[in-house]
């Protein structure tokens, strides 16, 4: 997964809130996948602009993991 993100032009993340509850349990494929994704955002010379979160379903609250607060929605 790591590999994956580095390699990607772009990495969407589709937002709902089964998607922060399993992110931030770090359950499943999901809490693999976000930890990758937040390690990604975390590194010195990330592209912030690589991580394109979608707010599918819900509010901002109920969907976007804590380690997305502050990265934009469309």
């Known amino acids: 997964m790591d590999k994956a993100i580095a390699k990607a032009g ?3 993340i589709v937002l709902t809130p089964e998607y922060k509850r399993k992110a931030e ?5 999901v809490g693999f996948e976000y930890a990758a994704i937040e390690r990604s ?5 990330s592209d912030k602009t690589k991580v394109i979160p979608l707010l599918r379903k819900g509010s901002a609250d109920s ?7 502050g990265a934009r929605t469309s």
Request: aromatic share 0%; proline share 5%.
């Open 10 to 12: 772009k990495v969407l």
């Open 25 to 29: 349990a770090k359950l499943d494929g």
């Open 41 to 45: 955002l975390r590194e010195r010379d």
């Open 63 to 69: 969907s976007i993991p804590a380690g997305l607060r």
